[in-house]
């Protein structure tokens, strides 16, 4: 099944993600997170965009009741997670949402703790590996980026926030959702796409783009 889904429907549905082991870990730097959000900011500013951002497919199996193992996509799936956790109290503020989406490395025992709780994180506990280092640095990255932005006067928290909570008719962030069926080893998808035998044809992904046009 491929669709798209709104960032904003994910946290609606309070969706619980699991990294399997047999992927590599976060491994986003600050030239790579720094980079999503100059594009997001461009494209909030930009009248002509259109009316979503599209991120690359995000591939995942169902395993349980809205439980979903990730076999790819995992690097923009944290990501967004750790900008929403920098955006937690403006979140509750605005629009009422005290939880998004839950996450987890099934290789970290205590992942799910450590980024629920990244704000309050520190340095040393982010040492503990190089998955936790890397989320904390990302973390620090977007601080950063938003003090920047807020006082070069480009933009501000509050609107950023609002192409993660945006309903389909105004400015919004997609996934392209491509949901692998029951009888599909994942395993070998993943392997596939990592050996650049991409299940998802080009027409598939067109398919995908111009769903919401019908």
Known sequence: MIEQRSVRGIIDKKINFNVPAYQRGYRWNKLNVTDLLDDLLEFMQDGSSGKFYCLQPLVVKKIGENRYNVIDGQQRLTTIFIILKYLENLL???????????????????????????????????????????????????????????????????????????????????????????????????????????????????????????
């Open 92 to 214: 509750k503020e605005e629009n009422g949402i005290d939880e998004i989406y839950t996450l987890s490395y099934e290789t970290r025992k205590d992942s799910k703790d450590f980024l629920q709780n990244i704000a309050s994180k520190t340095q040393d506990e982010s040492n503990k590996n190089m998955d936790y280092f890397c989320m904390y640095q990302a973390y620090k990255a977007i601080e950063r980026w938003f003090e920047e932005k807020i006082k070069e006067k480009k933009t501000t928290k509050r609107k950023i926030l609002e192409i993660f909570t945006n309903s389909e008719g105004e400015k919004h962030i997609e996934f392209i959702w491509y949901e692998i069926a029951d009888s599909e080893d994942e395993v070998k998808i993943f392997s596939r796409l990592n050996s650049g035998k991409i299940p998802l044809t080009n027409a598939e992904l067109i398919k995908a783009l111009f769903l919401n046009v019908r």
